[in-house]
């Protein structure tokens, strides 16, 4: 009886929806959102700085406006299904029918915040699927971004959709967000002994993070199988390099000399990165099946955002470091000082 009355409340709400509207939260009725010096992602130079919603580059200190992609220059939210009817002529409501109309509510909620768009990029040495993402399940980590404006430079970092990440720069020298004390505490004795941190990683929702120092030296809190991997590249003297986690436990681990341990999830991928672009150098993993793959000779990646497609096919270099998360958010770094992020 509870599931038939929510059920038909359901396709009220439903079916009335269009009959409402109210002031966009984002753009406060204006229809147009404005972004100014300060705001965005910059580049090597901080003399341009990255729209967040069109992802077009734009001088510093020059104002920037797009449609609101909230309310698509509406300065009102409205339903956009045309359908304002529903009717069900059978009297006995079964809960595979209740169950299809709460998905395809939620299906629709989804579907209204998703960003980009769905493609594939074979240009500037990069190669792989891209997708739409949705940028409002991601925390966002303000101090690393001030951090890296104020030093205008980072070599590495790793980073969740969850609001922990760390960003690396001049060898040893970090700063960290919202990270787990175990692994801020290592940070400060890596720090304090002046050993290179090589690579740090997060998984997207933080379930598990690793990371990557001197030549074979590694603190993480990663699945049995991680450790035993990390170890056997140790045994072989193989110095570890970059380690990519997702939080179902499966791994992608790099080796100096382009060794690359791996579940068997990542393997195909791997192999196809390899034979088009040589030695693996990077990896980044994210929640939903998105891999990125830096290696020698250019950028191998399957279901990345189209967020970062849009910054990978503009650089005048090769990446080094590709960090990315399922909510299209990104650091790229050549390895030394040119940086483009967004957190």
């Known amino acids: 009886m509870k599931s038939r009355l929510f059920f038909l409340f359901a396709i009220f709400l439903f079916a009335n929806i269009g009959l409402f509207a109210q002031t966009c939260t984002r753009c406060h009725g204006k229809g147009i959102i404005y972004f100014q010096y300060g705001t965005g992602t910059y580049g090597h130079n901080n003399s341009k700085k990255q729209c967040p919603i069109c992802h077009q580059w734009v001088p510093s200190g020059v104002s920037h406006s797009d449609p609101c992609p909230s309310c698509n220059g509406r300065g009102s939210i409205r339903s956009t299904n045309t359908n304002h009817s529903s009717r069900n002529n059978n009297s006995s409501q079964t809960n595979g029918t209740f169950e299809a109309t709460q998905n395809f509510i ?62 690396i720069f001049d060898g040893y020298g970090f700063q960290a967000e919202n990270v787990p004390q175990e692994l801020l505490d290592q940070l400060f004795e890596i720090n304090r002994n002046e050993q290179t941190i090589k690579d740090i990683t997060f998984s997207d929702n933080g379930t598990y993070w690793c990371v990557v120092y001197n030549i074979n030296g590694w603190f993480a809190l990663a699945p049995q199988e991680v450790y035993d991997q990390l170890n056997s590249m140790i045994d072989k003297e193989i110095g570890i390099r970059s380690v990519a986690l997702d939080d179902f436990g499966h791994y992608i681990i790099v080796g100096d000399d382009g060794t690359v341990l791996c579940s068997q999830k990542y393997q195909n991928i791997v192999n196809e990165a390899r034979n088009k672009f040589g030695k693996i150098v990077c990896a980044s993993t994210t929640l939903h099946g998105g891999v990125v793959l830096c290696c020698d000779n250019g950028v191998y990646f399957n279901r990345i955002s189209s967020s970062v497609a849009d910054v990978l096919k503009k650089l005048d270099f090769i990446p080094k470091v590709v960090k990315i998360s399922y909510t299209g958010h990104y650091l790229i770094t050549d390895g030394n000082n040119y940086s483009f992020y967004w957190f």
């Open 106 to 167: 939620l299906e629709n909620a989804l579907n209204a915040q998703l960003k980009g768009y769905d493609g594939f990029l074979d240009q500037n040495n990069c190669y792989g699927n891209i997708g739409k993402y949705n940028p409002n399940n991601h925390v966002y980590l303000n101090s690393l971004t001030n951090k890296i404006k104020e030093l205008n430079r980072c070599t590495s970092g790793g980073f969740s959709s969850k609001g922990a990440g760390v960003i």
